[in-house]
């Protein structure tokens, strides 16, 4: 008989329950407040007094308290969540490219000038303190980081969100240069810890790989199982996602692998120390880096354990931890949407049919009805080679029950495309999930397009080029599931706190409201007419350039000439983005003096500013970096000339320097083959920092243009049905060099060594690619561009129209928030509105 419960243990219970529901309290936010929690955490959390503390400790016990500021909010809408069960998005990408989290977390909690006196009455300085943040190593490029602006957003907006993710132990990789040459070395962004994280080791997850299936009668039924050959464990950390002073504060959730037994004793004592610890070497290799190498086949198996492990990690976690127990699965698409940014993720559609079958025992057509209306699809390229596929090959090895549900989903799609269309073959082969050549695989994409309630682009462009070029036949046989949602990007980071002193400007000129309303800055127009409001526009400008300055003379040595306009290219080293053809610009301008044919001192005093990691394996964009360095260094030391042109190419880009690069940007170079870049967001964050753009008519230029305005954009090069003629009638690169002498010079003059100290041999697989292969038709649009760069030196000589197109550049570009493409999500695709 259960023992009568005592009047103190009634009490304690009561106790312990109140206290389990009373919301948690936030500190002070009050200066005092500040110093008395930033002293406890520097004291307990640290375990130093301030007398003797580093400025590292300073930093982590500031870090904590503002975390305790945010987590009072966060565990209250933890709490919320769970109550309310609203609709809520399960963001599914394989990098976050979050930036230092500081300033970011401070803004959104409105305590900067709070901590600021507050340290200062502790005789710190808050600028030192952040210079002792280390960016975490968790994205590349502009996926990583559309994804850190979406997620910035849907708390902005107070949408129920968790993102999911990998924590890469090294990230992509640190950039250094050895005589010019990309070298790749381990980001150690953990070396000190993260004190924005909070792991949760005891809500590992089980994540299974190998073995095979096997079936079985379940009461009559024939069913599959999977016994798998080895098993990880998934690790969650929890990081903050606030709101931009909303109270608001959503989740990231990154995983990380460790092995199930990660040491054997045994083994150890009889001396095999390496054995030993083998399991946890095999496992934790999952989560080292991000995006590893994967030109062999080892390389290739490991990219596909890291989807599988995040997806099949963040499901389980969703399903098994964030609902209720008594959940009812059929309603399971009122409750999430999986938004599937790129192919990366989309294993995670095999792996919820494998729960809903398998382990909930749905019936087929049941679990693929919820699948269907649980997943969305964001495709970021129109590229053929980065639209994943898998060989099944691969697949049956490490996932073999996915790859017979695949087999399954296959073979429906394909009886549905036939009962529509009639037995045309060719229709069939070209629409199957399962490729067949060059060798039997499965295209990610196809299957994320045949399961996702929607598919969207990221531009106007990119979206009707992927309904009419890339899955043209998907488009006709699901009518209304391709949609467009243009990218954005968020205003608080990449104006508010990059460019501080723009932002001081803009809300003297409209009030604060614009941060959350960009549209808003549709009201500088006006002010764009104002001379005064011109001359400080200037000010601010060049007091960027001097900021940027201070830092690349610091960080690398470089100096930041007076007077000259700064010319910016930022963004991951690839053909199709075409860095080579702003190189060839700077040739040419070279060339010109060295040849007699112009004075120097005619030049527009000019600074070339790259910014751009390459692939580890990608051996012709390492060259182009190899050679936009060699270039420098042979221009920036040639006295001739007259220090009226220079190239900078500091190493490591990342989002720390992208806010001291971006805002002092006269032109930025968004110069890509037209049909190949689906969106950029460069461009946007570009022309909302007061920077004309010279580009093409691709990816989200197309939209920039058309707002801004053709006089206040530099318009070049072929447009895409340009170059798919030029495609047709056989591009022959060779027949431009030919014909253009300012190119022909430029290439020769590559091609003699002039920058390879005598070596011709150095750049020649550059110049060999140029002339006879080309594929993304540098040599078809370098004449218009030479001519379009021309017309930039021209509008530069006249300042103050310069500045007036600049500000019209950020009036105008308000629609390229982040804030207005997640209610494009929300309207079109989602359905998630704001919850409490």
């Known amino acids: 008989m259960p023992e009568k419960p005592t009047l103190a243990s009634e009490s304690a219970t009561r106790a312990t329950h109140a206290l389990a529901l009373a919301p948690v309290t936030a500190p002070a936010s009050t200066v005092d407040g500040f110093v008395r929690e930033f002293l406890q955490n520097l004291n307990f959390n640290r375990g130093v007094a301030l007398s003797t503390s580093s400025a590292t400790d300073r930093y982590f016990a500031l870090a904590y308290t503002v975390r305790d500021y945010l987590m009072a909010r966060w565990l209250e809408d933890l709490r919320r969540q769970r109550e309310v069960q609203a609709k809520g998005v399960a963001y599914l990408s394989a990098e976050y490219l979050l930036g230092r989290q500081l300033d970011n977390n401070l803004l959104a909690s409105g305590l900067t000038d709070i901590a600021s006196e507050a340290l200062a009455s502790c005789g710190i300085d808050l600028d030192d303190l952040r210079q002792q943040e280390v960016e975490p190593g968790l994205g590349n490029g ?102 931009y002073q909303n109270g608001r504060v959503n989740t990231l959730r990154l995983w990380s692998a460790k092995a199930t037994n990660s040491f054997d004793l045994r083994v150890f004592n009889s001396g095999d120390y390496e054995e030993a610890v083998r399991a946890q070497t095999f496992a934790e ?77 749905m019936e087929w057509e049941d679990a693929w009805a919820i699948t ?73 994409a196809y299957l994320a397009t045949v399961a996702g309630a929607k598919v969207n682009g990221v531009a106007e462009l990119h979206s009707q080029l992927l309904r009419e070029k890339v899955l043209p036949d998907f488009d006709e046989f699901f009518p209304g599931k391709f949609t467009n949602v243009t990218n954005g990007v968020t205003p608080r980071r990449f104006v508010r706190l990059a460019n501080p002193e723009l932002s001081a400007l803009i809300t003297d000129a409209l009030g604060s409201g614009w941060v959350t309303d960009l549209e808003r800055l549709r009201e500088l127009e006006t002010h764009a007419e104002d001379p005064e409001f011109r001359a400080r526009f200037a000010e601010v400008k060049a007091a960027n350039k001097r900021r940027l300055s201070a830092v690349l003379r610091e960080r690398d040595g470089f100096e930041v000439s007076d007077g000259h306009m700064l010319d910016v290219m930022v963004k991951r080293l690839h053909e199709y983005k075409r860095q080579m053809l702003k190189i060839l610009h700077v040739v040419t301008q070279y060339e010109s003096v060295i040849s007699g044919r112009v004075v120097a001192a005619d030049l527009q005093p000019r600074t070339a500013i790259f910014g751009a990691k390459a692939a580890p394996g990608y051996a012709m964009a390492k060259n182009i970096i190899h050679l936009i360095n060699a270039v420098g260094s042979v221009v920036n030391a040639d006295t001739r000339l007259e220090g ?93 060099y030919q014909a253009d002498d300012n190119l022909r010079r430029a290439l020769d003059l590559i091609a003699s060594g002039a920058f390879s100290r005598g070596d011709r041999s150095t750049f020649e697989p550059i110049v060999s690619n140029l002339l006879y292969d080309d594929r993304f038709m540098v040599l078809a649009d370098y004449s218009s561009y030479i001519a379009e760069q021309v017309k930039v030196d021209a509008a530069y000589a006249d300042q103050d129209a310069w500045n007036r197109s600049a500000i019209l550049n950020v009036a105008r570009t308000g629609f390229f928030s982040s804030d207005r493409s997640m209610r494009d999500y929300i309207d079109r695709i989602w359905h998630t509105p704001p919850s409490f």
């Open 644 to 736: 009226r042109l220079k190239v900078l190419f500091p190493p490591n880009y990342n989002v720390t320097l992208a806010e001291r690069v971006i805002p002092a940007a006269d032109l930025s170079e968004q110069i890509s083959l037209a049909g190949k870049e689906a969106s950029g967001t460069g461009n946007m964050k570009f022309a909302l920092n007061g920077a004309l753009t010279i580009g093409t008519d691709d990816g989200a230029n197309v939209e920039i243009r058309e707002l801004v305005g053709d006089e206040n954009f530099f318009l070049f090069g072929m447009s895409e049905p340009e170059v798919e003629a030029l495609w047709a009638r056989g591009y022959k690169p060779a027949e431009f």
């Open 372 to 444: 269907q209306k649980c997943f969305a699809y964001t495709c970021h390229t129109l590229l053929p080679e980065a639209l994943e596929v898998w060989s099944v090959d691969l697949l049956g090895h490490l996932l073999p029950r996915h790859l017979e549900i695949i087999y399954r989903i296959n073979d429906d799609f394909l009886d549905a495309v036939r009962e529509r269309f009639g037995d045309d073959e060719m229709r069939i082969r070209d629409m199957s999930i399962i490729g067949e050549h060059p060798v039997r695989s499965v295209r990610m």
């Open 285 to 361: 290799n999952i989560s080292k880096v991000l995006y590893p190498e994967d030109s062999t086949p080892q390389g290739k198996e490991l990219r596909l354990q890291q989807q599988y492990f995040f997806v099949a990690a963040s499901i389980k976690d969703f399903l098994d931890v964030t609902l209720p127990k008594d959940f009812d699965l059929t309603k399971l698409p009122d409750r999430i949407i999986f938004q599937l940014n790129d192919t990366h993720p989309v294993i995670a559609v095999p792996e919820l049919m494998r729960v809903l079958v398998d382990e909930k025992k």
């Open 142 to 243: 502009g996926l990583g980081r559309l994804a850190a602006c979406f997620i910035d957003s849907l708390a902005t907006l107070g949408v129920p969100n968790t993102g999911y993710g990998i924590r890469y132990e090294y990230g992509i990789f640190r950039q250094t240069f050895e005589d010019g040459q990309q070298v790749e070395q381990p980001d150690s962004w953990l070396a000190y810890g993260s004190p924005w994280e909070f792991p949760h080791p005891e809500a590992a997850q089980t994540i299974s790989f190998g073995g095979h299936t096997e079936t079985y009668d379940d009461g009559g039924v024939q069913r599959s199982r999977w016994v798998p050959g080895w098993n990880v464990q998934a690790v969650p950390y929890n990081y903050m996602v606030p709101g």
